[in-house]
């Protein structure tokens, strides 16, 4: 078997928490969503069916949630801590997209999101 890609995705991961430039939104804060995409080699796990041949994806949504519990002015200072931890905890990893939106963002006008996505190469 030739296997062309290898990418495991985590969607819609959602939390409370405290970003934005207003002060308000340090005292209300909002809903989020982050999602994953990462590029890694999974041929090992592939044949050995364990968990240490790849990335756990659990242990991946508390590393994004650790770093969503740290307030940032900016989307996109949050989504390069997150990419940086990923990046920190997982040798394999060889490229990420995060995508950060905020639902509702306070902007003056109706608008369900704002959203920044990064994608780095190791």
């Known amino acids: 078997m030739n296997i062309q890609s290898q990418t495991i995705s ?12 207003e002060p308000q939104e340090a005292i209300v804060g909002a809903w989020y969503s982050v999602s994953l995409q990462m590029e890694t080699d999974i041929t090992k796990a592939i044949g050995s069916d364990l968990i240490s041949h790849t990335i756990n994806y659990a242990e991946a ?10 307030r ?8 390069g801590r997150i990419a940086n931890a990923l990046f920190e905890t997982y040798n394999s990893l060889k490229q990420i997209t995060v995508s950060l939106s905020k639902e509702n963002p306070p902007i003056g006008i109706p608008c369900s999101s704002a959203t920044v996505k990064i994608t780095a190469v190791r």
């Open 10 to 21: 985590l969607t819609g991961l959602r939390f409370y928490a405290y970003h934005g430039v």
């Open 61 to 70: 949504a508390a590393i994004v949630k650790q770093q969503m519990e740290i």
């Open 72 to 79: 940032s002015r900016l989307l996109e200072h949050a989504a």
